[in-house]
């Protein structure tokens, strides 16, 4: 069973870079580690409330996915990660219709992963994982703030473009057993922990991260203050702020929790 959307894997070119540019938009990273990917690797996490992180990777290893990566596309949203309680039930289904990556579960630090790739999944890689004992847990309490400087709250939905968002949320359901809905012309897909991906008509690829918050004009005033540019929605329609992707190397939207 998918339990929830558990993390977004980002691809950068640097870890010094990309938490800089993070922090411009209320973002910024922790816990860098130094020991992952065979030693190829610096990453670090952000918490985004609902159960869900931000995983921000500078991978050098040629032959490594993050750095095909970051050949093939550049720096930004490279993969998401949902949560199974049964690995090996999961990736059954999966290899019903579509391989798995090198067709092996990796014991990795962070649990038991799985990928499936983007010509094989719905235009980005789809990573399965099931904790184990040694792995990172989500921190209890949690943490009161999602950002420093902003009002935000949780992690509302991830956007992703498809040539037919229809057939990507079909495509979705079959690979992961989790159903989708459409909501106009894009399609909808819920899991567990209040985090929705959502497939719009666009070039296919994870696009943008969208974000609650609590004070839309606290957090417009924020972003000035700090230089950040962004535009913000007509007041006649959703009530929103957008930060492009050439800040944080992905797109950022923040919404008030009014207009969901």
């Given at each position: ?7 977004i ?30 030693g ?27 750095c095909q ?22 990736v ?21 992963e ?9 235009g980005?890689?789809?990573?399965l ?35 037919d ?14 159903g ?28 943008s ?20 540019p962004?535009?913000?929605?007509s ?23 009014d207009?969901?």
């Open positions: 069973m998918i339990l929830r959307l558990q993390h894997g980002t691809a950068h070119r640097s870890h010094a870079s990309a938490a800089e540019r993070l922090r411009q938009v209320g973002l910024e990273p922790a816990e860098l580690r130094t020991d992952q990917g065979r190829f690797q610096l990453d670090s996490r952000k918490l985004l409330g609902n159960e869900c992180w931000l995983h921000v990777v500078h991978n050098w290893n040629p032959e490594a996915r993050v990566y970051l050949r093939r596309q550049g720096e930004g949203l490279e993969h998401i990660a949902v949560e199974t309680d049964d690995i090996e039930g999961a059954a289904r999966v290899k019903e219709s579509a391989p798995i990556f090198e067709d092996r579960i990796f014991h990795a630090a962070d649990g038991f799985a990928f499936v790739y983007p010509e094989d999944a719905c980005f890689t789809v990573e994982i099931q904790p184990h004992a040694s792995s990172w847990n989500w921190p209890d309490p949690p943490p009161e703030r999602v950002s420093p400087t902003l009002s935000v709250t949780h992690l509302a939905e991830v956007v992703a473009g498809a040539a968002p229809e057939a990507a949320g079909r495509r979705f359901e079959e690979l992961f057993d989790v989708f809905e459409m909501d106009g012309a894009s399609a909808r897909v819920g899991f567990r922990n209040n985090c929705v991906l959502r497939f719009q008509a666009g070039q296919p690829g994870l696009r991260l969208m974000f609650e918050t609590a004070d839309l004009d606290a957090d417009s005033r924020a972003l000035e203050e700090a230089g950040t962004f535009e913000a929605g007041p006649a329609l959703r009530r929103e702020l957008r930060i492009a992707a050439g800040v944080a190397g992905f797109e950022v939207v923040v919404r008030a929790a207009s969901a």
